[in-house]
């Protein structure tokens, strides 16, 4: 090629580029509103278009993030972006990075990269790449120029254990909504789902040991009407329960959104569909399960007459009815279906419950008393902090964690366990000044059954409490009054979505969001870098992308100006 050839090239390439409107398009804050908010965003000069170019490079370990923001495009823009080697978005891995899900997004006129220093990391970074795209794009197919602004963002999470729980047993939720709940929690980067799969109103996970679990444990004869105790009780059929193939493709699900299952298996309190299944798990097999007054279904009644006295409960509280610590059998029953449960989730943690456990029951029971005679304990506080340590032993030597309620603490830790602090932080703050990890779920910030709506006449049922999302925003997972030395043990924070009143999937959406929008903001980012207003006016932006994606929110956020300030 000849030098003046070559000078012309350079120079045509040159005055191209400058001509670019896309090179040189001055870009506004307000370009920018991700949540959560990410640590360092530069807001720059220029805008990157999806067209028919498009295309990703990515390394073969980076397949699947690659092969998600593709699909995400083509959603936008109703264009196929290639996979191929000389893509201009790049997707990389840089081992050289410091935390495990940090992610570096640039985004020039030309090119874009997103490096992490793992898949996890590349993921976060497609997600805040989601957020600059206009809202529209989650589901339109044809948005005719679609850019990008110009930006260098560097972000890392606070807390390493961000999650978001949902109780299926007191209402069912189909795989295609807990499909649905895991992008939610995606969107957010949540990265731990905590599903409760067993209760006093349904047992929801099938167990091939036990099947009675979900041919009975699995559906009530009923459920009440109304607040507790209830005005009348339906007595619908009610129930529903996940195979082992519809776990793992839920979880294979999660795990391609890089979010950890983690399953809640109940004990030793919380057990009454299970005892109806397999009534010699109750201290007293043949005493009838207790119901609040004249609240039980006509079928039930009938079953009880029939020399069935247990029944799969049908009104909501704590029951006196749980797992007999004073029988071998319990634990045969309790190991054979953790070693089922631990095959299939291949999450470090199994959380086992351990709140609400009334102690009527052992203490009238002369094979607790002999147990708790044994084995030298004082009471049956200390046979419960026995049944936790025992299984907790199990789960230990399968290789696994157990995390509890903050209830395993009475009676003594079980020296392994991680403490899930939802009566507060108190809790919390003696698990970790125990120098045992914590995950902070106070009832007073992460609560999301709680009405979101002082007038709660013009609310849709819900337990009790009052949780509006500026609350949610202000949670801080680790308490100011926990000395620093402690706070190492503080992994993060989770939400709690329980079902008692939330019997459908609309309903689930609306207890959710946007307070999880906010709780994503209170768990990624410092408590000293948040600031309400700012996150009100993204939360504005945030919720074009609820109404694009056809999610149904609370509004009050938007309306109510105390919380606006
Ligand atoms: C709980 O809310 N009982 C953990």
Same mark, same amino acid.
């Given at each position: 090629?000849?030098?003046?050839?070559?000078?012309?090239?350079?120079?045509?390439?040159?005055?191209?580029?400058?001509?670019?409107?896309?090179?040189?398009?001055?870009?506004?804050?307000?370009?920018?509103?991700?949540?959560?908010?990410?640590?360092?965003?530069?807001?720059?000069?220029?805008?990157?278009?999806?067209?028919?170019?498009?295309?990703?490079?990515?390394?073969?370990?980076?397949?699947?993030?690659?092969?998600?923001?593709?699909?995400?495009?083509?959603?936008?823009?109703?264009?196929?972006?290639?996979?191929?080697?000389?893509?201009?978005?790049?997707?990389?891995?840089?081992?050289?990075?410091?935390?495990?899900?940090?992610?570096?997004?640039?985004?020039?006129?030309?090119?874009?990269?997103?490096?992490?220093?793992?898949?996890?990391?590349?993921?976060?970074?497609?997600?805040?790449?989601?957020?600059?795209?206009?809202?529209?794009?989650?589901?339109?197919?044809?948005?005719?120029?679609?850019?990008?602004?110009?930006?260098?963002?560097?972000?890392?999470?606070?807390?390493?254990?961000?999650?978001?729980?949902?109780?299926?047993?007191?209402?069912?939720?189909?795989?295609?909504?807990?499909?649905?709940?895991?992008?939610?929690?995606?969107?957010?980067?949540?990265?731990?789902?905590?599903?409760?799969?067993?209760?006093?109103?349904?047992?929801?996970?099938?167990?091939?040991?036990?099947?009675?679990?979900?041919?009975?444990?699995?559906?009530?004869?009923?459920?009440?009407?109304?607040?507790?105790?209830?005005?009348?009780?339906?007595?619908?059929?009610?129930?529903?329960?996940?195979?082992?193939?519809?776990?793992?493709?839920?979880?294979?699900?999660?795990?391609?959104?890089?979010?950890?299952?983690?399953?809640?298996?109940?004990?030793?309190?919380?057990?009454?569909?299970?005892?109806?299944?397999?009534?010699?798990?109750?201290?007293?097999?043949?005493?009838?399960?207790?119901?609040?007054?004249?609240?039980?279904?006509?079928?039930?009644?009938?079953?009880?007459?029939?020399?069935?006295?247990?029944?799969?409960?049908?009104?909501?509280?704590?029951?006196?009815?749980?797992?007999?610590?004073?029988?071998?059998?319990?634990?045969?029953?309790?190991?054979?279906?953790?070693?089922?449960?631990?095959?299939?989730?291949?999450?470090?943690?199994?959380?086992?419950?351990?709140?609400?456990?009334?102690?009527?029951?052992?203490?009238?029971?002369?094979?607790?008393?002999?147990?708790?005679?044994? +084995?030298?304990?004082? &009471? !049956?506080?200390?046979?419960? *902090?026995? /049944?936790?340590? @025992?299984?907790?032993? =199990?789960?230990?030597?399968?290789?696994?964690?157990?995390?509890?309620?903050?209830?395993?603490?009475?009676?003594?830790?079980?020296?392994?366990?991680?403490?899930?602090?939802?009566?507060?932080?108190?809790?919390?703050?003696?698990?970790?000044?125990?120098?045992?990890?914590?995950?902070?779920?106070?009832?007073?910030?992460?609560?999301?059954?709680?009405?979101?709506?002082?007038?709660?006449?013009?609310?849709?049922?819900?337990?009790?409490?009052?949780?509006?999302?500026?609350?949610?925003?202000?949670?801080?997972?680790?308490?100011?009054?926990?000395?620093?030395?402690?706070?190492?043990?503080?992994?993060?924070?989770?939400?709690?979505?329980?079902?008692?009143?939330?019997?459908?999937?609309?309903?689930?959406?609306?207890?959710?969001?946007?307070?999880?929008?906010?709780?994503?903001?209170? +768990?990624?980012?410092? &408590? !000293?870098?948040?600031?309400? *207003?700012? /996150?009100?006016? @993204?939360?504005?932006? =945030?919720?074009?992308?609820?109404?694009?994606?056809?999610?149904?929110?609370?509004?009050?956020?938007?309306?109510?100006?105390?919380?606006?300030?």
């Amino acid at each position: 090629m000849s030098r003046n050839l070559l000078c012309l090239m350079v120079f045509t390439l040159f005055i191209t580029s400058c001509n670019n409107p896309l090179k040189e398009y001055v870009n506004q804050e307000e370009d920018y509103q991700i949540i959560p908010k990410p640590r360092s965003l530069q807001v720059l000069k220029g805008r990157f278009e999806i067209d028919g170019n498009t295309a990703i490079k990515a390394e073969q370990r980076l397949q699947n993030e690659a092969n998600y923001l593709a699909k995400l495009l083509y959603i936008a823009s109703g264009k196929k972006v290639k996979l191929n080697t000389k893509g201009n978005i790049h997707l990389k891995i840089d081992a050289s990075l410091v935390h495990q899900e940090e992610y570096i997004l640039s985004v020039e006129y030309d090119k874009i990269s997103i490096t992490g220093k793992t898949p996890k990391g590349v993921f976060y970074g497609i997600q805040s790449l989601r957020q600059l795209l206009p809202a529209k794009a989650e589901t339109s197919n044809d948005i005719k120029e679609l850019t990008i602004p110009a930006t260098l963002i560097k972000d890392a999470p606070m807390y390493a254990y961000r999650g978001m729980h949902l109780d299926v047993a007191r209402h069912f939720f189909s795989v295609d909504f807990v499909k649905r709940y895991i992008d939610i929690l995606a969107l957010h980067k949540i990265n731990t789902f905590h599903w409760h799969l067993t209760e006093d109103q349904g047992w929801r996970i099938a167990i091939k040991k036990y099947p009675k679990l979900t041919t009975i444990g699995a559906w009530r004869n009923g459920t009440i009407v109304g607040h507790y105790p209830g005005k009348s009780n339906d007595n619908k059929r009610y129930g529903g329960f996940y195979t082992q193939e519809q776990v793992k493709e839920i979880i294979a699900y999660a795990a391609k959104n890089h979010i950890t299952v983690i399953p809640e298996i109940e004990l030793p309190g919380h057990s009454s569909a299970a005892i109806a299944a397999y009534p010699f798990l109750s201290c007293f097999p043949d005493e009838r399960s207790k119901v609040p007054e004249n609240m039980m279904s006509e079928a039930s009644k009938k079953a009880q007459e029939n020399n069935q006295p247990k029944i799969v409960q049908e009104s909501w509280g704590v029951y006196d009815d749980v797992y007999c610590a004073g029988k071998e059998q319990t634990f045969t029953f309790l190991e054979n279906v953790l070693e089922e449960v631990m095959a299939l989730f291949p999450s470090k943690y199994i959380h086992i419950g351990g709140d609400e456990c009334p102690k009527g029951n052992w203490e009238r029971s002369p094979g607790c008393q002999k147990k708790i005679k044994e +084995l030298g304990l004082s &009471n !049956e506080h200390e046979l419960q *902090s026995y /049944f936790i340590k @025992r299984i907790e032993k =199990f789960v230990n030597s399968k290789g696994k964690n157990i995390i509890g309620w903050d209830e395993i603490l009475e009676g003594g830790l079980a020296p392994n366990a991680t403490v899930m602090s939802w009566r507060g932080n108190a809790g919390g703050i003696a698990a970790a000044k125990a120098q045992h990890q914590v995950i902070m779920a106070p009832n007073s910030h992460c609560y999301f059954d709680h009405y979101q709506s002082k007038d709660t006449q013009n609310e849709p049922l819900a337990i009790g409490g009052y949780l509006p999302v500026k609350k949610v925003y202000g949670f801080s997972p680790i308490p100011p009054e926990l000395e620093k030395s402690k706070q190492k043990y503080i992994l993060g924070g989770q939400a709690n979505l329980w079902t008692e009143y939330i019997d459908s999937e609309k309903k689930a959406e609306y207890m959710l969001l946007p307070r999880l929008t906010a709780l994503s903001e209170a +768990l990624w980012c410092p &408590n !000293e870098t948040k600031n309400w *207003s700012d /996150f009100k006016s @993204r939360l504005r932006h =945030f919720r074009l992308r609820y109404d694009a994606l056809g999610l149904n929110y609370a509004k009050h956020v938007f309306k109510d100006t105390t919380q606006a300030k």
